[in-house]
C-alpha cells in the first residue's frame, strides 16, 4: 500500500476505481445492486421532481383558484352595492318624481284656483263696470234731460224776462204819460 501526500479528497472515480480493486468478486454483485439502487434512485427522483411540479402545478392552480374566488367575492360585493345603489337611485329617483308630481299638482292646482279667482274678480269688475256704465249712462240721460229742461227754463225765462221788460217798458211809459198828464196824480197813484 503507497501513502500519498496529497492533501485533496480523491475524485468519485478514484473512489469507484478503489472500490473495485478492493471489493473483489462481490463488486460485481455490489456494482449490479448499486445500479439497481441507481436506477429506482433516478426513478423516484424523476417520481419526486414529477411530484414536485404537479404539486407547484396544483399549488398555481389552488392560488389562481384562490385569486378566482376573491376575485368572485370583490366581484359580487361590488354586483351586491350596484344592485343596492341602483335600488337607492331608483327609490329616490321614484320618491324625487312622486314628490315633483305632487308638488307640480299642487301648484296647478294653486295656479287653476287663482286663475278661477282672476276670472271670478274679473267678471265682478266687469260686472261693477257695466253697472257703473250703466249708472252713468242713466245719469247722462238725466243730466241731459234736466239740461233741456234748465234750457226750456231758461229760455221761458228770458221770454218771461222780455216780457217783463216790455210791460215795465209799457208801464213806465204809461206812468211817464200820468205824470206829464197830472204830476200831483201821479204821486197819488205812486202812493196807493
Given at each position: 500500500m503507497?501513502?500519498?501526500?496529497?492533501s485533496?479528497p480523491?475524485?468519485?472515480?478514484?473512489?469507484?476505481?478503489?472500490?473495485?480493486?478492493?471489493?473483489?468478486?462481490?463488486?460485481?454483485t455490489?456494482?449490479?445492486a448499486?445500479?439497481?439502487?441507481?436506477?429506482r434512485h433516478d426513478?423516484?427522483?424523476?417520481?419526486?421532481?414529477?411530484?414536485?411540479?404537479a404539486?407547484?402545478?396544483?399549488?398555481?392552480?389552488?392560488r389562481?383558484?384562490?385569486d378566482?374566488?376573491a376575485?368572485?367575492?370583490?366581484a359580487?360585493?361590488?354586483?351586491?352595492?350596484?344592485?343596492?345603489?341602483?335600488?337607492?337611485?331608483?327609490?329616490d329617483a321614484?320618491?324625487?318624481?312622486?314628490?315633483?308630481?305632487?308638488?307640480?299638482?299642487?301648484?296647478?292646482?294653486?295656479?287653476?284656483?287663482?286663475?278661477?279667482?282672476?276670472?271670478d274678480?274679473?267678471q265682478?269688475?266687469?260686472?261693477?263696470a257695466?253697472?257703473?256704465?250703466a249708472?252713468?249712462n242713466?245719469?247722462r240721460?238725466?243730466?241731459?234731460?234736466?239740461?233741456?229742461a234748465?234750457?226750456?227754463?231758461?229760455?221761458?225765462?228770458?221770454?218771461a224776462?222780455a216780457?217783463?221788460?216790455?210791460?215795465?217798458g209799457?208801464?213806465?211809459?204809461v206812468?211817464?204819460?200820468i205824470?206829464?198828464?197830472?204830476?200831483?196824480a201821479?204821486?197819488?197813484?205812486?202812493?196807493s
Amino acid at each position: 500500500m503507497s501513502v500519498s501526500i496529497d492533501s485533496t479528497p480523491p475524485s468519485q472515480t478514484d473512489q469507484y476505481m478503489r472500490a473495485a480493486f478492493e471489493g473483489g468478486t462481490d463488486f460485481l454483485t455490489r456494482m449490479h445492486a448499486l445500479s439497481e439502487a441507481k436506477a429506482r434512485h433516478d426513478e423516484s427522483l424523476a417520481e419526486l421532481n414529477l411530484g414536485k411540479t404537479a404539486k407547484a402545478a396544483f399549488d398555481e392552480a389552488q392560488r389562481q383558484r384562490d385569486d378566482a374566488a376573491a376575485k368572485l367575492t370583490e366581484a359580487t360585493a361590488a354586483l351586491e352595492a350596484a344592485k343596492q345603489t341602483a335600488a337607492t337611485t331608483v327609490a329616490d329617483a321614484d320618491k324625487s318624481a312622486a314628490e315633483t308630481l305632487v308638488k307640480a299638482k299642487n301648484d296647478a292646482d294653486a295656479l287653476i284656483a287663482e286663475a278661477k279667482q282672476l276670472q271670478d274678480d274679473a267678471q265682478q269688475v266687469k260686472s261693477s263696470a257695466d253697472a257703473a256704465l250703466a249708472a252713468a249712462n242713466a245719469e247722462r240721460a238725466q243730466l241731459r234731460a234736466e239740461r233741456e229742461a234748465a234750457n226750456r227754463l231758461a229760455e221761458e225765462a228770458e221770454t218771461a224776462r222780455a216780457t217783463l221788460e216790455a210791460k215795465t217798458g209799457k208801464l213806465h211809459a204809461v206812468l211817464a204819460e200820468i205824470r206829464a198828464a197830472a204830476p200831483g196824480a201821479s204821486a197819488a197813484v205812486l202812493a196807493s
